[in-house]
């Protein structure tokens, strides 16, 4: 039966905002979790996933969790560390304990951010590249993968870890041409990450149709993903704002963009 009441981790951030506004539509109860309050939602959980027994408390009769919770960039490795990787850890511990049957994870494009992007013919990445992380971040998505396969094959539980590009309303650089998720699209690809049969562990990559894409989609098409959203509206401003993409500059060079850089280049 498709799951109803779904975990929501990391509910009070960006992506978990406009998550907990697009599923309902597709008939899901949420329970709401993150370490800080969740506006307007006095019902949402307030726990660190440093907090096992929270943690084994908010997973309990639920159907599946989509795990956004955790450092969303770079960080120092103590920092990750706790919250992205034991923590993520504590989160399937718990699945287990409470024989929940699915996570949908929130991996990254930085778990293989330093896999140089396709130009001209190349072919798109496909999900099978070897992962390069291009951060301690990407290196705890990694990590979450690996931990998703391990959980898999040892204890039966599903993931389908999503590398996301980049999802916000609109993109704001030209690299997120290329990488972009529209909200819309976010909700389409986990809706379908919670339906699809016989999931085990997949890795997809999480973006829309965009014209500019660099991956392979072709796993996330095969769980029922069918985006129906393209970044290329946005090409024109953004180009004639930053301009194209220059091939010497290594912040535009790899999947990962400006994340491939020592120190990271903020903004971007
Ligand atoms: P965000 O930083 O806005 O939200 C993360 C949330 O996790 C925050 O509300 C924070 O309070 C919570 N959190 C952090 N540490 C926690 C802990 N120890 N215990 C409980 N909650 C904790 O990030 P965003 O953009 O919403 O991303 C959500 C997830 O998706 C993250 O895992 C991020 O790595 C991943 N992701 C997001 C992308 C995007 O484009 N938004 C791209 C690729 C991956
Ligand atoms: C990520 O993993 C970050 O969480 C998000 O904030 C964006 O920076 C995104 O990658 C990106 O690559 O644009």
Known sequence: TAPRT???T??????????RELLPEYGYTLRL?????VEGEPDAITADLADRDALREAVRGVDAIIHLAGISLEAPFEKILK???EGTYNLYEAAREEGVQRIVFASSNHAVGFTPRPQGDDPLIPVDTPRRPDTFYGLSKSFGEDLAQFYWDKHDL?????RI????REPSSVR???VWMSPEDGARLFHAALTAQGVEHTVVYGSSANTRLWWDLTTARALGYEPQDDSESFAEKLIAEQGELDPENV???????????EPPIWPY
């Open 6 to 8: 779904v975990l929501l």
């Open 10 to 19: 990391g509910a009070a951030g960006g992506l978990g905002t406009l998550m």
């Open 33 to 37: 979790l993150d370490v800080r309050p």
């Open 83 to 85: 919250a992205n990787i």
């Open 158 to 162: 599903e993931t389908v870890s999503v």
């Open 165 to 168: 590009g980049s999802c916000f």
């Open 176 to 178: 997120m041409l290329s």
């Open 251 to 261: 912040a535009h060079a790899y999947l990962g963009g400006p994340f491939v850089s």
